[in-house]
């Protein structure tokens, strides 16, 4: 986490949790998760890299219901960071079928407890078959209120590794980014 370019160090009971400065300021969040596969199994999602940009602005005094400050500040808010969920459109095995196309559902939005959240300006999706050595944009249709329906056009089987990576990048109108790469998101078949 970093301010304005300068790091922020993690309070040290919770590696997620951040006390940002008081007054304005322009954030920068990245993350990478991975997990070993075993065999067959946890073959999916094997890396996760995400980078989040923000701007903050001063919380009210008191704290959000059900949330706590980790330092007594006397005020303390949820920050509007976005986040993105996926419907997938997938069979029990969590794969698609090749050679067609297919369909993702997409949700951009902020934490429920963010107070007058900026509305989504905008969302892209790009897929990737050969492990992101080229990645190609799909159609990311508006819905409203955040949600997109990606056309996602998959190659013949044979050309590919099997897998598609998917890379989505949201924005809202406060001009806050999310950039998300799942690595070997879903299987194809």
């Known amino acids: 986490m ?27 969040l990245e993350e990478e998760t991975t997990q070993p596969a075993i065999g067959s199994v946890r073959v999916l999602a094997p890396k996760i ?15 959000p219901e059900g949330y706590s ?14 986040q993105v969920d996926y419907d997938l459109n997938l069979d ?10 297919h369909l993702i559902d997409l949700t951009a939005y902020h934490h429920s407890g963010v107070a ?17 050595a080229n990645w190609h944009r799909a159609l ?17 089987l044979s050309a590919t590794d099997g897998f598609v990576s998917l890379r989505v990048s949201a924005k809202d109108r406060a001009g806050g980014t999310l950039t998300t790469t799942v690595e070997h998101a879903y299987a194809l078949r």
């Open 92 to 101: 029990l095995l969590n794969r698609a079928p090749a050679g067609r196309v």
């Open 140 to 156: 990311a249709l508006p819905r409203g209120h955040g949600r997109y329906t990606a056309v996602v056009v998959h190659p013949r």
């Open 49 to 63: 890299t995400s980078k989040w940009t923000f701007s903050s602005r001063r919380p009210a005094k008191g704290t």
């Open 69 to 82: 400050c980790v330092y007594d500040t006397g005020a303390c808010a949820f920050q509007p960071v976005l």
């Open 116 to 132: 007058d959240p900026p509305a989504i300006a905008d969302l892209d999706v790009w897929t990737s078959t050969d492990g992101g």
């Open 2 to 28: 970093a301010k304005d370019g300068v790091a922020i160090q993690p309070v040290p009971e919770s590696p997620r949790r951040f006390p940002l400065p008081p007054g304005k300021g322009a954030y920068t």
